[in-house]
């Protein structure tokens, strides 16, 4: 989990998982028996459109735009969830279900495996990004809606649906019975030791067993020669607030505040702070952020800043610092409305001021950043070893490093390729050595080994995709992107082939981002012996 996503895939992860509250279960109750006269003249104006408008309404979307209509003058976080999508919210926020394990998107009316989770049933029968779901039950799913093709591949654990996938390089569609089964959503899907004494760890979400896989993947890699931390949360929407605390405890000390909210609704200021003692408290940690990491990624980063215990490389993170309580109403629908702020433990506030149509807000991350942005001198915070960091709009990292693509910063034309998904397309025609998961014969289908390397007659083989595809080739810009034209084609082709690990192990090699951060442990040991100092200093 968790790359160049389309809009409103952003802004719906945002929407639904950057909630930085984690109370759910929640009911909308009146406590007033009375009915306010504004809502007498609302179910007035309902009646009067249900009994008179020329065609017949759809009573159910006209009361959930009203209360999106609500939600939408409030700020651009607060939102209102039909019964399927608080499901699909909670479902996403409990970290499993049964079915395929495969996110669909519709891609010119075709139903398109957006994200396969590793060893999920869709898995291990060979589905992969970019495969297009023609047939379910030997019905067309040409033109269905997401939603209809969900319900269709979604069933109790044990039962199977049939399907049939295109693939290109395949004349004909491959038939797949596949078994439902209990998906996991992974949050941390790569850790793996980047040499004898360095761990890297990749925290791609934040769902309700996150502390969990955290906890596992240090002590594995401790078990390995861990001596210093290489932690990604690049890409990272957030999620439940409890889990980002969880996360943080695992590297502050006990005691140690970790963020503290303040609102105007009953028990919403409060102040949490590391209640467990840790193994992993001094360790030195190189985080890498992006303008994709927000809210409760946003929480464990200014956390570790704060107090000194990570270094920070990348990007400006999002700059949401709204917390969002999630209420269940009526009709299994709900809504995420922010009743309060977060802050930093230095005290900062780093929500973003967003326009009066959140237009600017929610394009943010298209737009480069500003590494020079000015600050008001009253947003000035210090960390506990004294070192300037600023409140609103975002967490400004130590080291600037600028990629927004998987650690890069490709040229308009890179970012269109990753946009119109060509490397996941080029992909498909690779199989591994020994993978028998799919059998069916095509003409176009390519062996890889797992050393394999993207050289010039691959390039040349990707660039007659391009023609196919209608795509003009811009030559300088495609030398420009060179390096990242051939870290994506290995990302995609190692993913479904070789493991998350391993493309994520072969990716940060070449990632520009995580290169520089790799550089920057002496800055770490540092920040790691001011922790240690002032920790012996307050014991004292």
Do not use: C
């Amino acid at each position: 989990m968790r790359r160049y996503r389309p809009l409103t895939a952003v802004l719906l992860a945002i929407a639904m998982s950057a909630l930085a509250g984690g109370f759910f279960g929640r009911s909308a109750l009146a406590t007033d028996s009375t009915v306010p006269e504004h809502y007498h003249t609302f179910t007035a104006a309902l009646s009067v459109i249900e009994a008179n408008y020329v065609d017949k309404v759809d009573t159910d979307r006209l009361v959930y735009s009203s209360i999106r209509g609500m939600l939408g003058t409030l700020d651009p976080h607060s939102s209102f969830f039909d019964p399927h999508e608080y499901a699909q919210m909670r479902e996403r926020q409990e970290g499993h279900y049964a079915g395929l394990g495969v996110t669909i998107q519709s891609i010119d009316g075709d139903i398109t495996a957006a994200v396969v989770f590793e060893g999920s049933p869709a898995f291990k029968l060979g589905v992969r990004r970019g495969d297009v779901i023609a047939t379910i039950e030997g019905q067309s799913a040409k033109g269905i809606t997401t939603l209809e093709a969900q319900n269709k591949l979604r069933g109790p654990k044990g039962t199977s649906v049939r399907i049939d996938i295109r693939r290109r390089g395949y004349d004909q569609a491959i038939p797949l019975t596949v078994t439902r089964d209990e998906v996991t959503i992974p949050t941390v899907p790569a850790y793996f030791m980047v040499d004898a004494t360095t761990g890297y760890i990749q925290l791609r979400d934040f769902g309700e067993n996150t502390d969990h896989d955290l906890k596992a993947a240090l002590h594995t890699l401790a078990g390995k020669g861990m001596r210093r931390l290489l932690l990604d949360i690049r890409e990272n929407p957030g999620g439940p607030l409890d889990q980002a605390i969880k996360v943080s405890n695992e590297f502050l000390p006990r005691g140690k505040m970790i963020v503290y909210t303040r609102g105007r609704v009953a028990n919403s200021d409060q102040d949490y702070r590391a209640t467990e003692e840790s193994e992993f408290t001094d360790i030195p940690i190189v985080l890498i952020a992006n303008r994709d990491s927000a809210s409760a990624s946003e929480i464990v980063t200014g956390a570790l800043q704060d107090h000194d215990r990570a270094y920070l490389v990348g990007e400006t993170t999002f700059g949401k610092a709204l917390v969002q309580s999630v209420y269940r109403i009526s009709g299994g629908a709900g809504l995420a409305l922010t009743t309060a702020h977060y802050y930093t433990p230095s005290g900062r506030l780093i929500q973003r001021p967003w326009d009066a149509t959140f237009d600017e807000y929610q394009l943010y991350r298209l737009k480069d950043q500003d590494a020079n942005r000015p600050h008001n001198p009253s947003d000035l915070k210090k960390t506990d070893a004294g070192r300037p960091v600023y409140s609103g709009g975002g967490i400004e990292p130590d080291k600037r490093v600028d990629g927004p693509i998987e650690g890069f910063s490709p040229t308009r034309f890179g970012r269109m390729l990753y946009a119109r998904q060509e490397f996941a397309n080029y992909a498909q025609k690779f199989i591994a050595e020994g993978d028998t998961r799919i059998t069916q014969p095509s003409g176009t289908r390519k062996l890889v080994k797992p050393n394999f390397v993207v050289d010039d007659a691959m390039l040349a083989d990707f660039r007659q995709q391009l023609v196919a595809d209608k795509i003009k080739i811009d030559e300088d810009n495609f030398k420009k992107d060179v390096e990242f034209i051939k870290a994506m084609i290995r990302l995609e082709v190692d993913t479904p082939l070789f493991g998350v690990a391993e493309a994520r192990r072969r990716l940060i090699a070449v990632d520009p981002q995580a290169q520089a951060a790799l550089g920057m442990f002496g800055e770490a040991q540092k920040l790691t012996e001011m922790a240690r100092a002032n920790k012996v200093k307050a014991a004292q």
